[in-house]
DNA sequence: CCACATTGGCGGAACGTTCCTTCAACCCTA
DNA sequence: TAGGGTTGAAGGAACGTTCCGCCAATGTGG
């Protein structure tokens, strides 16, 4: 019953007749040692299940150790967001960072400000106060995707190519003449914002009237009905419907069949998020993959070295996106 | 351009003519002093906009400042895993814990242990490899539902009441006369086993039939499809089918049409675990609500209180769940 | 054989907190 | 007024790490 305290590095000294200097030389790597020296310290550190005290590491160092991720709370409950975050956190690990997640605060006034060396934000939703709380920590921030916010610079972006990812699906989409709807959130985020505008200008493009839809970004499929059924009234027909949000095409399927529309033999239905949700319908749903969770690994990877000094700030990285085609558009 | 060091305890004694101690001692309501100086104190400290350096805070308290949170690598992508990790994450927060996500180690062998003074497991899975890493970190471990592992004892539980939850989902769909099959997870997870068990014990009580069938945790369509179709063969009827997945409702109800079965006229489906995307549905579906994010509120609050001490190891928590009626099943 | 550079390693300060010990000043009572 | 108890506050060690500066021993060239 070995119920004493951890090993140290001066355990570590004791162990090996050497000072902890040597010790911490040793396991680093840093300092003028050699390699017989090293190795022979590690080992005995191995033995011992030396494990470094991160508190102590931080402290010295001036750091926390940890990098935040915040969701707005309009987010919450997405898959989306949940596989991205476990792409961040394994990304951290790997870079010796602890993930911390940082829930949106239920008091938008005073919530202590977490304790951590960087932060990612996943979807800035202008407007959100918690971004400027999070800018005032002094600390690198990296968006996935755009922060609309006039004036806003961040230390790194990693953002998905949308306007590509529409083009793509809208092209997809083309084969019938008649126009094709979307249904998709608001211009707070540069998600809505691209879609719409490479949206708009692909219907400009093609010689296609623009109908667009304006739904939450939590789908609500009360609204999604109601603009499906204003869609299909639209003069000059419409042969296709795209529903952006994370659920909201499945709606989108059970409106138009209650119009009597049928998919895809009388309309085509796509979503642009992708979900497992969408395969597992009788009639699976066509989506653009927008890859969660690399997406968090990117973002994760882009500010640890950001933190660790070897990737520039300002860095922007842009993740393509890949159609995924399925029965709901098969024609 | 205040491009200084962050305000330590120094400052603010200087600031206000006393030591760090008193500082410590007023910030933190220790010590003998009197309100007027603990007053007198906190503003300064204040109008400085001091805050406590956690690594500091930690070393010397031997302690790490967070606490894990471990999803099984299977888990990953439902809804109901985000819920709960940002509940977890609130509470956590309020006891001045942050909270670190632990992401399934790609590497079963050799993962770096992370730095945390507890651990939270959601939904232990019988033979998974990280459980025992997880413990030989000697922190307290709390589990989301019970850890099937034989001889396991953690520090704390927190778990839903899946028998009543399930009991009263079936007695809600026991109109008809006819058999009730359901679709389940394996017995590897005491969710899993807790559903079955009471639904064995609910058909010998009524007199049924139990009709179990076999899908994975994460719902795969064609798993459904194959199970629908071979329960809906089953002699004596099928009345109702129970999907216990997130997900798999929606893939039981376009099954059973495909096999000429109509919804809720013709066959009740339910999903046991409940998420928006069964609210959205044309025929939205009845399920459990089985409140993740009161989940991992209340298994954070547990770890924290085990962690400060006023909580006794070994506590168990129960979680009520509440049935979400809806139009699948009206009858 | 001396001057000097290099190698290998050690001592100790510093990071910012908490907490244990000490101590001066004060008040009361005998 | 001496003695003891209480109050208010300070000093300093300790937590475990990193890193700067120093030093002894060893090589190296003239």
């Known amino acids: 019953m070995n119920e004493s305290r951890p090993i140290t590095l001066q355990d570590v000294a004791r162990a090996a007749g050497v000072s902890k200097t040597t010790v911490s030389d040793a396991l680093s790597g840093r300092g003028r040692l050699p390699a017989a020296t090293r190795e022979r310290v590690a080992a005995i550190a191995r033995e011992l299940g030396y494990v470094a005290n991160r508190s102590a590491r931080n402290l010295r160092g001036g750091r926390t150790g940890a990098i935040g991720l915040y969701f707005p709370a309009r987010t919450i409950g997405l898959e989306y967001y949940m596989d991205l ?12 960072l602890a993930l911390t997640l940082i829930p949106a605060p239920a008091d938008p006034g005073r919530t202590p400000p977490p304790h951590i060396d960087g932060v990612m934000v996943s979807d800035p939703v202008l407007g959100d106060p918690m971004l400027g709380t999070l800018t005032d920590l002094r600390v690198p921030v990296v968006t996935c995707e755009r922060d609309l916010t006039p004036g806003a610079r961040h230390a790194g972006r990693v953002e998905s190519d949308h306007r590509a990812g529409t083009r793509t699906l809208l092209d997809h989409l083309s084969g019938r003449g008649d126009h094709i709807a979307l249904l998709c959130p608001g211009e707070e985020t540069s998600f ?22 304006d739904v939450p970004f939590v789908c609500d499929p009360e609204d999604v009905n109601h603009a499906v059924a204003e869609a299909l009234r639209a003069p000059g027909g419409v042969g296709a419907i795209v529903s952006v949000p994370d659920g909201g095409a499945t709606s989108a ?77 098969s024609h």
Chains 1, 2 share one sequence.
Do not use: F, K
């Not at 949206?199 to 839809?213: I, K, M, P, Q, S």
């Open 192 to 213: 809505g914002l691209d879609i719409r505008t490479a949206y708009r200008a692909w219907c400009a493009d093609n010689g296609r009237e623009a109908l667009v839809y």
């Open 253 to 329: 399927v059970h409106a138009a069949l209650q119009q009597g529309r049928h998919v895809p033999a009388d309309l085509l239905v796509a979503s642009y998020v992708d979900s497992p949700s969408l395969r597992g319908l009788a009639t699976p749903i066509t989506a653009v993959d927008i890859a969660p969770r690399e997406m968090g690994r990117r973002a994760a990877r882009l500010l640890a070295g950001i933190l660790a000094g070897h990737v520039a700030p300002g860095t922007v990285e842009i993740l393509p996106t890949e159609l995924m085609i399925r029965a709901s558009t």
């Open 85 to 96: 975050a476990i792409g961040a956190a394994e990304e951290a690990l790997a870079h010796d």
